[in-house]
């Protein structure tokens, strides 16, 4: 299981790649698969870096809700 944190912190920059490439549809997806691992590991850091990616996708997609309430439950 020692394997997981590192996944865990591979797969939440994954997305950062993928936005800053103009790729905002993966990286959203990317994100919240993301998400999703570091949540079911209680890693807030990992936590909060895909909510701030997700926004920022979101944005980029022009989904201005997400776009503000990813970022916004990332500071909660």
């Known amino acids: 299981m020692s394997f997981l944190p590192s996944m865990c912190k591979r797969s939440s920059r994954f ?5 800053t490439r103009d790729h905002a549809e993966e990286a959203h997806a990317t994100a919240s698969q993301a998400l999703e691992l570091a949540s079911l590991l209680h890693d807030a850091t990992n936590i909060v870096r895909a909510l701030s990616i997700r926004g920022v996708s979101a944005l980029m997609l ?3 809700r997400e776009a503000v309430e990813d970022p916004r439950r990332a500071h909660i």
Do not use: E, K, V, W
């Open 15 to 19: 997305p950062n790649t993928l936005y």
């Open 62 to 64: 022009g989904r201005m």
